[in-house]
């Protein structure tokens, strides 16, 4: 970047105010159909916006949106304690002689209750505020920006500095919602050229959405049997073919004219447990890979007559590991990364896979206190950074870790992103920006969370879903923006568009909360427990699920399964094939 943009001068600190406020404004008078900025995200009237491309203060444990004041954090201290009194004075007996003794051992036990809520209160704070590291200053400047760009000066790289401001993304807000599915949506996925974006869901439909006239495009029936998990394009392929895979372990692959209507819909793999993810070659419009809870990776090349190769089968020792996630590395193809039904991020190299030399595995990553935990954690979701030097991988009801791909087997985390429940769905974690600059993940509590990638702190914290869990979260490939999806039946697109930068209200609360919760499910539930209870609903839901008629949208659906012979439509057994619902 030039000098002129990047310094932090008194004179560009000034000039970008200026242009900042002269921006939102100019921004704001064009769109009167945009919904205004939420409450809870604006700054408190009268303040000014010192910085309003910076930000760089933000994020303590004392956000600006949580200070309060000390008189009411003492009242609500007062009246907990006070249930506390009341509930003790109820269980202890009365009688006269011990009045005056019971009076003094209740000012004991208050004494140390408070204490121990204080220590507690201290403990979740300095676990909150561990592995932190300061906010650097701003990567892109508003208004030398802008001047450099309308004289011809760095223009080529304008767009790419903008989507990974963290300026914008302080100020990212709910600007509209896609309706048309009428189950939970699992899937989002933009087109390379971002004008499309591709939904699937409960309701076994898949659309193609005009974003930006927020229309659907294209609706049609995926051929499914069970819950869509992803529906993406396949690049270089002119839009024209979409590939899924779902509950029912099918991967399937629909045809899509040019007239806004689906050929057919073809099965070219079968997995014998849930097919959650799909990994996608970033030059290849007719190769992908897929991963199923059977623990098999299929290798798919729609130009072979037999399309499906079984490329490995995941295991730890003799034991097979379901999986949840692949990803391939953007820059080195040939190398890909599973995770699953244990600890352990595997990365394969698909030239070199030797299932009798360390199960084919090239090298595995885990924090280093998972290997040995006592508490079986899952892995639900990982992706490659956008040059494939890093790894970001989401774990079950624990946290979110940042790897190096080039460290060698067995390497540590770099970092740690902290906050975020991930429980009661298959979550979904993803980069946000062109350079991978900003972490971003949904939550049990139907919250998104935006991390600085360095700094491992929240810079932006947003209400995502009514129904409670957000799941997928989709940047937008060009733009600064991104779509998301979870429990409720809508796609909600969310633009930079706010006035203020964000205030973090009641992010600590928040975040203190789903520790509380993780922590206590820990230790009142057992893994077992779980995965049987969870097999058990799952197939009385199935059973009992009315048979779908088939509705209209692709002119023929054909039902050929290229996959091992060994292959079955329906995954069955027990508790091993449980599966992480998506919904």
Known sequence: PDPGEDQRGEGDASTATEGDASTATEGHSGSQDKPMPDAKGARVPGEEDTDSMDGSGLYSLTEEGERESEGGRRERVNERDAGKRAARKRNRPSGGTAHHSSSSDEDDEEEEDDQEEEEDEQAMDAWLGAELRDLSGPSWRAVPSLKSREIG?????????????????????LQGRLERHTGCVNTLHFNPSGTRLASGSDDLRVVVWDWARRRAELEFDSG????????????HSGDSTLAMCARDGQIRVAELSATQRCKNTKRVAQHKGAAHKLALEPDSPCSFLSAGED???????????RPAN????????????????????????HHFAVGGRDQYVRIYDQRKINENENNGVLKKFCPSHLVSSESKTNITCLVYSHDGTELLTSYNDEDIYLFDSSHSDGADYRRRYKGHRNNATVKGVNFYGPSSEFVISGSDCGHIYLWDKVSARIVQFMEGDRGGVVNCLEPHPHLPGLATSGLDHDVKLWSPTAENLTGLKGLKDVMKKNKRERDEDSVRH?????TQLLWFLMRHMRNRRPQRTRREGAEGDTDE??????SSDEEDGGPDHVQCMSS
Do not use: M
Request: hydrophobic residues 40%; charged residues 25%; positive net charge.
């Open 526 to 530: 057992g893994d077992q427990y779980d």
């Open 224 to 235: 499914h049997k069970s819950n869509v998990f992803q529906a993406k394009f396949l690049p």
């Open 561 to 566: 399964s290229w996959s091992s012979p060994d």
């Open 153 to 173: 000066r760095g223009s080529h790289q304008f767009v790419r500095r903008v989507c990974g401001a963290r300026g914008l993304v302080q100020r990212l807000e």
């Open 295 to 305: 623990a098999i990776v299929f290798g798919i090349d729609l130009r072979l007559d």
């Open 310 to 333: 079984k490329l490995v089968v995941v295991k730890e020792g003799d034991k097979k590991v379901g999986l949840y996630t692949i990803f391939v590395n953007p820059v080195n193809t």
